[in-house]
């Protein structure tokens, strides 16, 4: 179902657009034979290519770089700016609706008709209105070119950088000799054509290159399918780490209906999954629990997942749980988690602006953990960007995120 959804979303834009250009060079007759017919072209490729993915689907997980460089990068470029700009579009002509409603009715009720009509003609009104067509014309030419530009920074550069970031939490309770014990932070892979082997053996390199003790694979392993695990499993196998690499699935690992195949696999990797489980990290002669869930779809199973996770968990021992998905921190606050480490939501992965610490992204209607620091009573949570994309590769002021997560005694 998810393959056709997709493209369907993209075609309703797609045919809107089209309408509305077709009208305007009706209307307007601004393009000469060449050029309107170079973009009556490109409408019919990229949408012939888009219902032809919707049948046929990924062939491969694996793809030249040319390919991806001058053929899906071009196409999805053309879809994500054109669906950006059809939704502002869209957006700006709901606005207007009531406003034209209001100037239909008066042209058609007979006490106002003879005025209105009056006034439509008026030099001042057909100065203004002149004005008005101008400012939104040249005001489309602008939002086309910063969405086209800024689409291709976002997936061809934006995606390829990585900060490298190193966050500290005091944890109660937490023995001397902890005190700087460091969990290196990698969550949202998401394994497939847009996140191939040779990039996620680059960024093995930098989370071993932070020297942490520990490392916490955060989910969402792959994309959408079982063969995408097996290019992850090549790369991440190379984790280095004195206290060992663990992992979580996340609810795309689950869309693949495979989640026992991807867990034996990553296992067999060396990186041990914790599903609903815990381990004891010890050093010298201090003990850190650290628990790992499978990603859940509502608050009463976190409640479950948790308990099940800690019922033999040993009492005393500061407790950090790796979450995929960042929802449930009341539930593991009212269980004495100490730190939660998620991630989900990809820091919003297109931002469109921020005021402090607060994102300008879709992913903050659905969500209000979109990145960062969070804390609930004592539990406190870092939600992590992750470093791979979903949809489409896109990342707009989110680049990708490695973190060293540092643990301090309070």
Known sequence: MARYLFPIVLLIPQTYLLFRFLRWQKTMRKLPLFPYLMVIGLFALFNIALISTMFLGPLRTEYPEWFISFVVYPFLVWHVSTFIIAFVMLIGAAVRLPFKAVWHALRHIGPTKEKAAALAVHPGVVRFDEARRRFLRRGLYGLTAASFGGTAYGMILGKGECDMNEREFRIQGLPHSLD?????LVTDIHSSMYMQKHDMLEYVRRINDMGADAIVVGGDLVNSTLEEIYPFADAFDKLKA????????????????EEATITRIVNEAGIRMLRDEFVVLEKDGSKICLIGVDDVGNARDADEHLSKALKHAPPDVPRVLAAHRPYYVRQAAGQGVDLVLSGHTHGGQLVFGRIGNRAFTPAALVSPYVWGYYSINATQMYVSRGIGTVAVPVRINCPPELTRIVLRSA
């Open 180 to 184: 700087g014990f460091s969990i290196a």
């Open 242 to 257: 004195p206290y060992g690499a663990y992992g979580v699935l996340g609810n795309h690992d689950f869309y693949t209906r």
